[in-house]
């Protein structure tokens, strides 16, 4: 908690040209959807969710699966048979953010590449 997803993901979508309400995670919505001219965005926050069964019962497998989008999740990791589903299905990009050893503001991100192939 507090480690930076949600700022990580904002910067992500500015990025991509999106102009995003002040609304911020995704936490209790569970997903934002956007579009740019790379085409449709989700911003996913699965931090409420109870169990792997609740992700279908909301359909978000879908945006895995069924659509051609961009998929920005935060909390996928707590759920690791979909994240391996997730990352077979595809190119994955994984961020880890997490808070640098004894200070209060900086962080030390990671980000690694992996695809169907298992690689990464």
């Known amino acids: 908690m507090g480690a930076g997803k949600t700022t990580f993901a904002r910067a992500l979508l ?4 999106i102009e995003q ?3 911020g ?16 965005v989700v911003h996913m926050d699965l931090y409420r969710i109870k169990s792997e069964g609740e992700i279908e019962e ?5 945006y895995f699966w069924e659509r051609e ?3 920005i999740t935060e909390w996928l990791a707590s759920w690791p048979g979909f994240e391996r589903a997730v990352r077979r299905s595809g190119v994955c990009w994984r961020v880890e953010i997490a808070f640098r050893p004894g200070e209060e ?5 990671r980000i690694f590449r ?4 298992g690689s990464g």
């Open 25 to 40: 995670s995704p936490s209790f919505a569970i997903a934002h959807e956007y579009w740019c001219r790379r085409g449709d």
């Open 69 to 71: 989008l961009i998929a």
């Open 114 to 117: 992996s695809g169907p192939e």
């Open 58 to 62: 909301a359909g978000l497998e879908t």
């Open 105 to 109: 503001v900086r962080r030390d991100v």
């Open 14 to 17: 500015g990025a991509l040209g």
């Open 21 to 23: 309400p002040p609304e």
